[in-house]
């Protein structure tokens, strides 16, 4: 059995209590009909045992009168001893009468006494007594039939009270069962059948709540509870589309991160056969460069002119320097990148500068603004080329026109920011809005990579790379790089 009662519905209990009231009084009113009803019958049934009895002695006292009334030519002759056996005998019936019979009226009783009184007097012989015992039977059978009217008139009103209580009562239960059906019509299948319309167009998913002004109070308690009911519908409705809505949102947000990270991993794939072409490359070039580098070696030796040997001398310095660039190149395929070290920036610059100044167009001027106290410690080689691809960019978009390259440092409380501008046209929309995409390029001989190896350096080192176009027109490209004093 399961311990836990069930709890009776406050709705049952407010449907079923004006039914059960009316019930309940149907059932009294006829439960009192019904016994009036049984005392009616009761007395009825009571009174027509004596009626009968009254029938049976007034059919005795008939009988007695008509024995009488043929005895009577008798008294005119003498009497007889025949006579006097039947008179005594007539006398005998009317004592045992008396004696017998319980329901004889007073006046009866009285009367019949006085004929048997009569009738001795008769059986000595008088004569003069037939006419009183006549009018003594006449008076006794008169009081009997007028008791018997009324017990007859009494059972005439017991019938009729009967008749109308039997009246009153299909009357009542007429009315009592028309009001049933006005209150289950009114008070109950009106209300439920607006109840199952409302559920019904809540089904589909129509929610507007019920005004309660013209709801009968017995189901306002009911009505209430649905508004109740639908209210919660209408929030977890809007919650659950709020979460479906998050949902498609977080789906569309994985599906474009999928799509990134797939465009990513392309690249990344084409990033590692250009890695592992580089690699050959630099692994093939650097015999010849040894050997350029030794012939200018002995170039250098054998020249005396000191202008030339200080132009070889940085021609064999640059040597130097790509060889070491192709060395990274190397040990970057070997995932052993190059280790940072602490240096100069404005040093550094300087000797960058020198070289560049014989790669960029005379019209082209370069303005230097770093500060001399700036030490670095950063990988200086990847630096040196970062900046060396930005210095050419500037000056591949300024082309054989006149211009200005821009090169500016400056240190905060952990960040250097090392920015070069130019004067050219600026970069193309399409690089600021979907950002730095590795082989793409909107120059005609451009392989894309320069900004794509500046941004990776400046990730790899913690920092980051932007590019904008200033409102007073070129570009300028900012490497922002952890730097400490």
């Known amino acids: 059995m399961n311990a836990v009662k069930r709890e009776k519905s406050p709705y049952r209990q407010l449907i079923y209590r004006p039914f059960w009231i009316t019930v309940t009084g149907l059932l009294i009113i006829l439960t009192l009909a019904l016994a009036v009803l049984i005392n009616s019958s009761w007395r009825a049934l009571y009174r027509t045992a004596p009626l009968k009895e009254h029938l049976a002695l007034i059919e005795e006292i008939q009988h007695y009168s008509a024995e009488l009334d043929r005895l009577a030519p008798t008294f005119k002759t003498a009497p007889s001893e025949k006579l006097a056996a039947q008179l005594a005998q007539l006398d005998e019936a009317l004592k045992n009468t008396l004696k017998t019979s319980q329901i004889l009226s007073d006046e009866a009783r009285s009367a019949l006494s006085h004929v048997v009184g009569t009738l001795q007097g008769l059986e000595e012989g008088s004569t003069g007594g037939l006419s009183s015992v006549n009018m003594d039977m006449r008076t006794a059978l008169h009081a009997e039939v007028n008791t018997q009217n009324r017990l007859l008139n009494l059972l005439a009103r017991d019938n009729r009270l009967e008749l109308e209580i039997g009246t009153f009562i299909a009357v009542t239960l007429t009315l009592l069962g028309l009001l049933m059906l006005f209150f289950l019509r009114h008070r109950i299948l009106r209300p439920l059948d607006d109840l199952s319309l ?80 580089t690699a050959g490359l630099a692994h093939e070039l650097r015999n010849p460069l040894a050997g350029i580098r030794l012939a200018l070696d002995n170039l250098s030796n054998e020249i005396d002119d000191s202008d030339k040997v200080s132009r070889l001398a940085l021609v064999i310095g640059e040597l130097d320097r790509v060889t070491r660039l192709l060395n990274q190149v190397l040990d970057q395929s070997r995932h052993s990148p190059e280790s940072a070290s602490r240096f100069n920036l404005a040093g ?138």
């Open 198 to 277: 409302l559920i019904t167009r809540l089904g589909r998913q129509a929610l507007p709540p019920v005004p309660l002004d013209e709801v009968d109070p017995l189901l306002k308690p009911l009505f209430l509870d649905f508004n109740r009911f639908v209210q919660r519908l209408s929030e977890l409705e809007l919650a659950q589309q709020k979460h479906r809505q998050e949902l498609e949102s977080r789906v569309r947000d994985a599906t474009q991160s999928l799509l990134e990270y797939q465009h990513t991993l392309a690249q990344s794939e084409r990033m590692a056969a250009v890695g592992e072409l």
């Open 348 to 485: 550094m610059l300087d000797s960058l500068l020198q070289l560049v100044r014989y790669q960029i167009p005379p019209t082209i001027v370069i303005e230097q603004a770093v500060p001399r106290h700036i030490q670095c410690h950063l990988p200086q080689g990847r630096l040196r080329q970062a900046m060396l691809n930005l210095i050419l960019n500037a000056a591949q978009s300024i082309g054989e026109a006149r211009g200005v390259i821009t090169i500016e440092a400056e240190t905060g409380r952990d960040r250097l920011s090392i920015r070069i501008c130019d004067s050219g046209r600026g970069f193309p929309k399409k690089l600021l809005e979907d950002g730095i995409q590795p082989f793409s390029t909107g120059r005609e001989h451009g392989t894309g990579l320069g900004l794509a190896i500046v941004r990776r350096f400046c990730y790899e080192q913690g920092g980051d790379l932007t590019l904008a176009n200033p409102a007073s027109g070129g570009a300028c490209a900012e490497m922002l790089l952890p730097w400490k004093p």
